[in-house]
């Protein structure tokens, strides 16, 4: 049985070495052409073959490597220890295709197998696939749920790619099936052969992949779920890895799931996040800013944290979560991911080469993301957390503190309101229409200033200054929070200080009347000033929050697990799905 196949690039400028360093491939034929004398080394993020993921939850003890080419070469295959040190497993000379068999129990110090080709004469590669030593465990049948809002150039290109694949590999419209959930009832395309498309209500991503859930459980043949962002780029190849590897879990492992990495689409070779952590009070992304053409980054991913969740721009879960756990809480956005990992997962797989570019997420923020952020976090914290009121307490406090640091009394008062739905123990979840409650807070979304008025204001176009380590919540931060909210205003300087609008710093606002939130990429920009009564009115409900959270927090708690069932029930969605039928 195919592990993988080995790709040897695609279409994404800036992505070639995360496929093979060395040779010249061709887009058009998909193949690699390698001069006599040259090489074409496939150490890389897509092509390594990792141990612990294959020896440990798929019980292969032998892999293949299968190439198909013309023309003589040396395959030279290694294993890369983790203290960097590279060891060769073996050597041979081949021509024409050739099978090269690994025994992977004997080669088990290594994280990772990996193999260089050298040509001996001018060679075309034509393909290559890593085998696996044993049978499939299990036949896998996976939905693929897509949830998207107004993204109709991603979504038809990648169903595009998607129909070159499956027109190659007719098999595979056996085991695999798109349902695009359509938020906006915008897109222009009609259900074909191997997905379907779903119009909904705009409920947000959790209402549309819980749309695309609650109709895929209606087929009883499909053993995953595989739920991905509409603004993405990935290749069939990701998808091929992700349905081989469930099909050889071993019977100990067969509930895991599985987990794909995000990297960023601007810089192909960034790593953003391989798994997260939420401890009831962070949500953390971990392998964070990776350069993944680097061997040490690609060790440092087979030494990875353990997450306990992963996002849904890439996360694929045995089928029967709905049966056993019902639907994702009616969160709209944001944190319903993180929840149904932790209620759901078992076990997490991720490794190299199960991955998808996504855009980066620094220009994407806006304030309203504030109430979403913090009230579902809450949620989250209350439903899979051992925490109690203080951490919770502290959390929100110190981001109220922190937007009130940040001039940005308008983010103070949805992360107040975002308190108090969250204060409801459930009930909010129970009664509330996700789509109006957007509507509501859209209404408070922040205008930003064009680039000639961010220029007026800062007497010239901004320089954002780059942080060394990208560390939102320091302890330095924290301090400058503090102090600042207790100063008089006479003290605060004139001169405008310029920060991130996707990653705000108190520290580059820092006493200053003015602040600029600047977005490089447009050149636009939110501006706040200082207000000292509103501060001081927003202070006392900061300490409202602290204290109500700090005294309450048991009984809030409580009532979520009293009413979790009832949140993430299909009756509960059937209520915002469809509003108009009894």
């Not at 509409?230 to 987990?259: P, Q, W």
């Not at 977005?519 to 636009?524: F, M, N």
Request: glycine share 8%; charged share 25%.
């Amino acid at each position: 049985m195919k592990v993988f196949t080995v790709k040897f690039g695609n279409n994404l400028s800036g992505a070639e070495k995360l496929f093979v360093k060395g040779g010249r491939y061709d887009p058009k034929s998909e193949q690699l052409y390698v001069a006599a004398g040259d090489a074409a080394d496939f150490e890389s993020f897509f092509n390594l073959l990792p141990h612990p993921e294959y020896t440990k939850y798929c019980g292969l003890n032998k892999a293949v490597l299968e190439i198909k080419a013309d023309g003589k070469y040396r395959t030279d295959i290694f294993e890369r220890l983790q203290g960097g040190e590279c060891r060769t497993i073996c050597s041979c000379e081949c021509d024409g295709d050739s099978l090269t068999e690994v025994d992977l129990t004997a080669n088990a110090r290594g994280d990772y197998t990996f193999f260089k080709i050298t040509a001996l004469t001018d060679c075309t590669l034509h393909s290559g696939a890593w085998l696996a030593g044993k049978p499939a465990e299990r036949q896998v049948k996976t939905a693929v749920i897509i949830c998207t809002y107004r993204r109709e150039g991603y979504v038809s290109a990648n169903m595009m790619r998607m129909a070159d694949a499956l027109a190659a590999q007719p098999e595979w419209r056996e085991k695999l099936h798109f349902f695009i959930v359509d938020n906006a009832c915008t897109l222009e395309l009609e259900s074909g052969g191997f997905y379907t498309v779903i119009k909904n209500r705009n409920l947000g991503g959790s209402g549309g992949f819980a749309r695309g859930m609650y109709e895929a459980a209606k087929d009883p043949s499909y053993t995953h779920l595989l739920l991905m962002d509409d603004d993405i780029y990935f290749d069939f190849n990701v998808l091929e890895r992700t349905c081989n590897m469930l099909a050889l879990l071993t019977e100990e492992h067969k509930n895991a799931s599985v987990g794909g990495a995000m990297l960023v689409l601007e810089r192909p070779w960034m790593q953003y996040e391989f798994g997260g952590r939420f401890d009831g009070l962070i949500f953390r992304s971990l392998n964070c800013d990776l350069d993944v053409r680097k061997p040490e980054s690609l060790i440092k991913n087979e030494h990875a944290p353990t997450p306990n969740y992963n996002a849904w721009w890439y996360c694929c879960m045995p089928a029967d979560c709905v049966k056993k756990y019902g639907l994702p809480m009616p969160f709209f956005i944001k944190g319903d991911d993180v929840e149904y990992g932790l209620r759901t997962i078992d076990e997490l797989i991720l490794t190299s080469g199960i991955a998808v570019w996504h855009q980066s997420f620094e220009n994407k923020y806006t304030g309203t993301l504030e109430y979403y952020i913090k009230r579902n976090g809450a949620v989250v914290a209350a439903l899979g957390s051992q925490s109690g009121g203080l951490k919770a307490a502290i959390r929100f406090a110190y981001f109220m503190f922190k937007n009130l640091a940040l001039k940005n009394y308008d983010c103070v008062e949805l992360i107040y309101r975002a308190y108090r739905d969250f204060k409801s123990g459930g009930e909010f979840f129970l009664t509330a229409d996700s789509e109006k409650v957007n509507e509501e807070l859209r209404a408070h979304s922040q205008k930003f200033a064009e680039p000639a008025e961010i220029e007026a204001i800062c007497g010239g176009k901004p320089q954002l200054k780059k942080p060394k380590v990208h560390k939102r919540h320091s302890l330095f931060d924290c301090m400058l929070i503090i102090i600042e909210n207790y100063m008089p205003a006479f003290l605060f300087s004139a001169k405008p200080g310029v920060t991130s609008a996707g990653l705000p710093r108190t520290r580059d606002c820092f006493m200053k009347r003015t602040c600029v939130q600047y977005d490089e990429v447009t050149g636009r920009g939110l501006v706040f000033t200082l207000d000292k009564k509103r501060r001081r009115k927003l202070r006392r409900l900061t300490f409202r929050v602290f204290f109500g959270m700090l005294f309450g927090y048991r009984k809030i708690k409580k009532q979520y697990k009293k009413n979790m069932a009832a949140m993430c029930s299909a009756r509960n969605w059937e209520r915002m799905f469809f509003p108009d039928t009894k």
